[in-house]
């Protein structure tokens, strides 16, 4: 059974920084692209970045570029979203997701067969 955890949310001032993880069980991560998701009350869910397996590249939706770096430690099973510098619009339930298969559309929901339960990330002053 395939299982993502999420961890590493809470509550920040603007400013601050959190580090989210995101660990997974039952399948071997090293095979996939992860990609770190966020879905603020009332907005669609939005790709955040994305990581692929193998020779990592990485992408970033452009209001976090600079601010956020996405990683991954695939002998840990588990990718990372380090988030600094955090800002009052950054405030979601952020979710990581991976998937198999070439794509450029990274940011497609649709292409994401597992899913995380989703941790919030509030920033607030």
């Known amino acids: 059974q395939v299982q993502l955890v999420e961890s590493g949310g809470g509550f920040v001032l603007p400013g601050e920084s959190l580090r989210l993880s995101c660990t997974a069980s039952g399948l071997t991560l090293a095979h996939y692209h992860i990609t770190w998701f966020r879905q603020a009350p009332g907005k669609e869910r939005e790709g955040v970045s994305s990581?692929?397996?193998?020779?990592?590249?990485?992408v970033y939706t452009a209001s976090v570029k600079g601010r956020f770096t996405i990683s991954r430690d695939d002998a840990q099973n588990t990718a990372y979203l380090q988030m600094s510098n955090l800002k009052s619009e950054d405030t979601a339930v952020y979710y990581c997701?991976?998937?198999?298969?070439?794509?450029?559309?990274?940011?497609?929901?649709?292409?994401?067969?597992?899913w995380g339960q989703g941790t919030r990330v509030t920033v607030s002053s």
């Open positions: 990581v692929s397996s193998g020779v990592p590249v990485t």
């Open positions: 997701a991976v998937r198999q298969g070439y794509d450029t559309n990274w940011s497609e929901v649709t292409l994401y067969p597992y």
